[in-house]
């Protein structure tokens, strides 16, 4: 079988082994605290055009996710969020679990947030009819860069989240889990240094773009990474050997190897992507990242899913499947030709 | 100016000021376990044909609806409530911040959860194309009754749910704070009995229904009931003299005391809803309790609102306003009377 | 059966009755938005000397404990408790339960705190051998005035504890749930203004000081005190007729009634500490309030204990045990000349 | 410099490097479900000779502690725990930030917890002068094996242990952090399928004991283990990429490795506790594993840091500290060889 479900089937780049071999024995000092973390986060600062910013290893995207909303938010404060949004959806509730609501926001097939959504929920708190104290006060808002389903943010739409957020007081906190194809999209306006300019707080995923695991959570709000280390501890997240997470940002920020295998990852799924519509298969949504999203007639998937695995997305009606086709920086061009020749074989 | 805006304006019945009176000098125990508290659970349990049920008297709603939702459910499991449930808009996140996600579900008007909604949200969770524990297990069935709109459920949809509860192992909660509305309303079919049968656990609101506070939790699921105490306790809901709640309710369940006022208080608002369709005013929604909820046009309510105090429900359209217009045990007939007057003044 | 166990044996001061009674069929706005409530936050203002503080009702002890710490604490952070402290052994963890640990100091019979120990657990915190960021950060003080024990701080100690808590940024916390005993102590020399001055926040009890129930919490830091009604709601502490709480305190601040109840109830306990010395019973601990400590042989409390209830304290030894005497506003010069006789019959 | 101050300094044993090598291109499912998971599970389920236990990977011991704990316990329970345990000293406060008190029994310089602590203190809660639910119910037992100081239980100690658990009711939960020196100290009586027998739930460390990161959490009462997937998730401990926890521990329980690398280090200890012996240093603590505490005057101590880095342990007196030395799977005997010469060179 060739997985074409998700992004996290191999193991890691070999580059990042072959660091991890060669620094095996060494002695360095626990928690995130040694030369080759020091490392990474004077690269991931330089790289996000933020000096100052505080750079914080944690091990996986949920654990990043209720970590930095708890720190972030005080009892009655909760986050804005798509309702397809991570944090809503497929974390067993982590979020509501350190006791803060998710307010969720209905959205369209992309999965994206609006100003327009964020000010209205505001407006209506802050200025409605009800006295504000009997509801969750919004005080944070919560997104995906790419979003669940692949889309991308403008460089405009960022700007306008971020204006809405600074009228009302919240911060903006972005969700990288899949940020190295977002940032080797041919489609898109932002960079890393924008989106530290734009976001209170935000992360570059790894576990999804060629590490073994690993988020690195940047932090350019001063009140906000005060005590964070702290947070990391208490909720689980402070890797004794914390030098592993340095060593495979260190590996990822050098040489501008992030960017290059997320590139080929997002090109592969581009080829993926004009074979699909070469064979006259309807597209569900639009991506311009490493995540595809089609449709099928359920007997053509049937036949398909004999060789390859995807993700299930949306049982469209009665006789067709909406799913994902995703690539990854492991995935092999060898895997993708034969899928596209079986893909072009279902051309009527 | 004449409050119709809610249930809860008021102090309590007389009869229950005089009973604090009487028994004011009077040295018990605290903490609940008075002869007073004794004594109305008694009467309580009597009432609901449960003599096995635990009665545990609390300070108020929010604190109702939290110390039961955590005391019954494990850290990963969810509350399923109708989107315009108490629990899910007007506790701040009451739920939430013991860590549970409120599982929303979409209503009409009437603010009913239907037993069709619940069994799907089940059958996506545990038979879904996702690994269930990637989402919030669904474990608690969260209704009112009557609903935020005032709307009743029947003794038929009431077996239904919990029919769907049984199936997927979930407990029926049910919110009564204007419990006694309900109970004596003359379209409902539902006695205190059903309520005990087909609920795990539910409460008698004393607060909107004469009581100067206080709700009666009555928990027939003798899991639930274990080390409740505990829970009142943690969650600041154990009255050091535990006997006001206890003389309240022996109070409200001596003589049929809770029956008659609600009973008189549904009847004014029938009568308020009279005189609202013999102007021509719009219904909104119908209501079979004390609450009423009109549409009227932005002019005339200015000029009513100049002499009544109504709540402000939605903004209909440009011109016009639903409002809820509310009884209770303590409206005076005259109240009623002038209310009546000017709405019928407005008939074209 | 006489009760001498606890200041909560009987309803409240007959003049809040009264109060109730008069106001009872008016009709008020919910949540503590009330004039009752409004003049009862004035009154407690001025007798703080604190025209800018937030004074909020909450219903009891417990949940103004938890309620406080909640908002006050980021996730990290914990409360420092003498180990006797009520939050730290009589709340069923209710701190904990919010996610804060009590960092629980030791203390001798009188349950005080002392600056040098403040100090010495902030010292290692923050400037330990161990990385702080593994522990929780200490951020707050609790205290209760008068202690468990009936103890009292003199503002010397007060404002050393202060000074302390600006060293090292803490808040302080003085939970008064018997402050009217504090106040009315002949033995003491602080004051409410006082008090203010030296809190970030703390709470005049009601419930044990001649109301129904009730506690008014006094936030004199601004910071705290934002969004602190948002805290009340969430944490189920806001009474939907808050009135009830505003009338009450209304009262005791009238007057003078407060001081003057109290005051007589330090005195019946000293009446009764008189007679125990002069019967030759052992005094545990000495204390300048209402609860009053002494060790009885067990064979003479059995005898007592056929006509009196008293509070368990501690098994001293094999054949002795210490027991709580306890008045309140409630007493009866009666009932002490009763039991004044009886101690002075165990006289050898 | 030499590290000899924990066992956490390298990576991982070479064979786990290889392994995680040798598949890293294969493509598996991911959150624990592939086949190097399901392979490990049974080797471990072998080892402790318990065919139906739970294994679950976790990546990190407060981890693994605060799931378990959280998981197991309702709101009102808390878990016992010797006053140096992890989760009380070094955790920040994360088991009290899932809601659960920790209820420290303190314990002498072995850091052990006695059976009679642990019935006394249930003796107090169940059957002592105050109504239990004014307190948090012991529901639970923490220990760590070995402790924090390097101790270790007996077989008999810990059947006593249990015993005491089953009479009230309690979960036995032992943290294994540093299991791999407990089993391989030639001083225990107590192996796998004692503690598979004796414990409800315990953990096998990775992170300390050869792997990169990881603990392998075995539940063998069928009660906690439900849904204890949901647990991990939620918590933030549900590795993406989870074969790389299957294949350390696969790597680990095959052929013995775990045993071997562990009694090595044990072998390690025992000579730098020789060598201090010799040079006539006083013992702080014995201990049978991994872990040796040695006190030496502040001169002496100043001197070998320039070498070699030590744990600092306490301030025994004015001029003199006690230190951890501590070996691990790693400790070359070249570094022993020359920290031992240096010891020797101290002597009088």
């Known amino acids: 079988m060739l997985y074409f479900n998700c992004d996290y089937t191999e193991g890691a780049h070999p580059l990042i082994l072959q660091k991890l071999e060669e620094t095996n024995l060494q002695q360095t000092v626990g928690y995130g605290e040694d030369p080759y973390c020091q490392q990474a986060r004077a690269l991931i600062r330089e790289a996000c055009a933020a000096p100052e910013a505080g750079v914080h290893f944690l091990v996986g995207g949920t654990q990043a996710n209720f970590t930095v909303i708890r720190a972030a938010l005080r009892p009655h404060q909760g986050v804005i969020s798509p309702v397809t949004g991570h944090i809503n959806c497929h974390e067993t509730g982590a979020v509501e679990a350190t006791g803060h609501k998710v307010l969720e926001v209905p959205c369209g097939p992309e999965g994206k947030l609006s100003p327009a959504q964020v000010e209205a929920l505001c407006r209506e708190h802050f200025a409605g009819s009800m006295p504000p104290e009997h509801m969750v006060q919004p ?9 669940e389903n692949g889309a991308l ?3 405009e739409e960022l700007t306008a989240l971020r204006r809405v957020c600074d009228q009302y007081g919240l911060y903006l906190f972005l969700d990288g889990a899949r940020m190295g194809y977002a940032l080797a999209s041919p489609q898109t306006d932002v960079t890393l240094p924008d ?15 060629g590490a073994l695991f690993g988020e690195a959570v940047v932090i350019t709000d001063p009140d906000l990474n005060r005590d964070f280390r702290y947070a990391i ?5 402070m890797l004794a050997k914390g030098r592993l997470l340095g ?17 080929k990852a997002v090109q592969q799924a581009f080829r993926i992507a004009a074979a699909c519509q070469k064979a006259g298969i309807e597209t569900y949504a639009p991506s311009p990242t490493n995540q595809q999203f089609f449709i099928f007639p359920d ?18 009606d009665e006789g067709r499947t909406a799913v994902r086709i995703c690539t990854s920086w492991a995935t092999r061009d060898e895997a993708v030709d034969q899928l596209n020749a079986d893909l072009l074989a279902l051309a009527p």
Chains 1, 2, 3, 4 share one sequence.
């Open 139 to 147: 005080k944070m808002v919560y997104l995906s860069h790419p979003t």
């Open 233 to 237: 501890k208490q909720n689980g997240g």
């Open 195 to 209: 989106l530290a300019r734009l976001c209170h707080v935000f992360y570059i995923g790894g576990t999804k773009c």
């Open 153 to 155: 943010y403008s460089k």
């Open 299 to 316: 007997e053509q998937l049937r036949r398909l899913e004999e060789k390859y695995v995807f993700s299930f997305w949306e049982k469209v």
């Open 247 to 263: 060593l495979q940002f260190l590996t990822l920020f050098t040489g501008g190897l992030y960017q290059q295998i997320c590139q």
